[in-house]
């Protein structure tokens, strides 16, 4: 391939996953002929014959089934066609697959993905960011890659892990985002990078924030500024060493999440930054969220609705003179 999307990559892990592994399987809503709601799963059906198989509209029991046949020695993909459906198996989620092991000590490997946050006119049920919601609960993995190589990457290890896996796969970045090829090695879930070095303030963000931010460091350079950008990757388990590192070099922490504020992933990573390293902080740690409030559909509405660069730079200048 010249390029490969975000989405194009996540097609391909499925299909390696398919592949190398006769247990695997795909299940969802027209995840087969017609290919999921966003292609995701375009021609796998007729690759994998009986293995790419259209589910009734019902998550709840989508994600029974799958808790039942990993039970069984399966290793079942579950697409739902949007992160806000999976509230309708939370039940199943969180009460079953979450605790199965705890309960039992039988391996649960089911990889929930969910296409998360926003697009232009969307609006509030088809919008979400789910994952600190899914982070609460004890047993559970929540993936949330921000780039082209680690939705290919986190994606193969996520079949491969043998605990439930919520994978946040981020819709906008789908078609938005790029590669020039697939990677042959990543770095491990729960291990976070530095997808921008800087000395005068930490921004430690996630998904497609990761994008917005690395726009605000490019940005604040012109004014003399060098801003460290930290890919956390995965929010469950969370890199607290890294960020605190970044912080040690910095001194200033911007958490930025496009999800709510309320008990959320900035909220998380602030609590262990003043808990563990409030001495190597130059000033208060500060947080930028969605607004919180229903998820606008009007296009203008949603664009001051969520973090973008320009309320990101405003919230880092505003910081970096504290």
Same mark, same amino acid.
């Given at each position: 391939?010249?390029?490969?999307?975000?989405?194009?990559?996540?097609?391909?892990?499925?299909?390696?996953? +398919?592949?190398?592994?006769?247990?695997? $399987?795909?299940?969802?809503?027209?995840?087969?002929?017609?290919?999921?709601?966003?292609?995701?799963?375009?021609?796998?059906?007729?690759?994998?014959?009986?293995?790419?198989?259209?589910?009734?509209?019902?998550?709840?029991?989508?994600?029974?089934?799958?808790?039942?046949?990993?039970?069984?020695?399966?290793?079942?993909?579950?697409?739902?066609? @949007?992160?806000?459906?999976?509230?309708?198996?939370?039940? #199943?989620?969180?009460?079953?697959?979450?605790? $199965?092991?705890?309960?039992?000590?039988?391996?649960?490997?089911?990889?929930?993905? +969910?296409?998360?946050?926003?697009?232009?006119?969307?609006?509030? @049920?088809?919008? #979400?960011?789910?994952?600190?919601?899914?982070?609460?609960?004890?047993?559970?993995?929540?993936?949330?890659?921000?780039?082209?190589?680690?939705?290919?990457?986190?994606?193969?290890?996520?079949?491969?892990?043998?605990? !439930?896996?919520?994978?946040?796969?981020?819709?906008?970045?789908?078609?938005?985002?790029?590669? &020039?090829?697939?990677?042959?090695?990543?770095?491990? *879930?729960?291990?976070?990078?530095?997808?921008?070095?800087? %000395?005068?303030?930490?921004?430690? *963000?996630?998904?497609?924030?990761?994008?917005?931010?690395?726009?605000?460091?490019?940005?604040?350079?012109?004014?003399? $500024?060098?801003?460290?950008?930290?890919?956390? %990757?995965?929010?469950?388990?969370?890199?607290? &060493?890294?960020?605190?590192?970044?912080?040690?070099?910095?001194? %200033?922490? +911007?958490?930025?999440?496009?999800?709510?504020?309320?008990?959320?992933?900035?909220?998380?990573?602030?609590?262990?930054?003043?808990?563990?390293?409030? &001495?190597?902080?130059?000033?208060?740690?500060?947080?930028?969220?969605?607004?919180? *409030?229903?998820?606008?559909?009007?296009?203008?509405?949603?664009?001051?609705?969520? !973090?973008?660069?320009?309320?990101?730079?405003?919230?880092?200048?505003?910081?970096?003179?504290?």
């Amino acid at each position: 391939m010249n390029s490969i999307t975000y989405l194009e990559a996540i097609r391909e892990a499925q299909a390696k996953a +398919l592949k190398d592994d006769p247990r695997v $399987y795909i299940y969802g809503q027209d995840v087969g002929a017609f290919g999921g709601a966003f292609k995701a799963t375009k021609n796998l059906a007729n690759e994998f014959p009986g293995r790419v198989i259209d589910a009734p509209i019902s998550e709840d029991a989508i994600i029974g089934s799958a808790i039942g046949a990993a039970i069984e020695g399966m290793r079942p993909i579950i697409e739902m066609q @949007f992160a806000d459906f999976s509230t309708v198996g939370f039940n #199943q989620i969180v009460n079953h697959a979450a605790a $199965y092991f705890w309960r039992t000590n039988v391996p649960l490997p089911i990889v929930v993905r +969910l296409p998360s946050g926003g697009t232009t006119g969307s609006g509030p @049920f088809h919008s #979400q960011s789910m994952e600190a919601i899914y982070a609460h609960y004890p047993g559970l993995i929540v993936m949330t890659p921000a780039t082209v190589e680690d939705a290919y990457s986190m994606l193969i290890e996520a079949v491969a892990i043998d605990d !439930p896996v919520i994978f946040c796969e981020h819709k906008y970045l789908y078609y938005h985002l790029k590669a &020039d090829k697939l990677p042959s090695e990543a770095l491990p *879930t729960g291990k976070a990078r530095i997808a921008r070095p800087g %000395r005068d303030l930490t921004i430690v *963000t996630y998904s497609a924030m990761v994008h917005e931010a690395l726009a605000v460091a490019e940005e604040l350079k012109t004014e003399g $500024y060098e801003i460290e950008v930290v890919d956390l %990757r995965s929010i469950k388990p969370i890199d607290t &060493d890294t960020v605190i590192a970044s912080v040690a070099r910095t001194g %200033r922490l +911007l958490c930025v999440g496009e999800a709510w504020p309320w008990g959320g992933v900035t909220a998380e990573v602030i609590a262990r930054v003043a808990t563990e390293a409030f &001495d190597l902080l130059d000033a208060p740690p500060q947080r930028l969220n969605a607004k919180d *409030t229903p998820i606008p559909y009007h296009p203008n509405l949603w664009s001051v609705h969520r !973090p973008t660069s320009r309320s990101i730079s405003d919230a880092a200048r505003k910081l970096l003179q504290t």
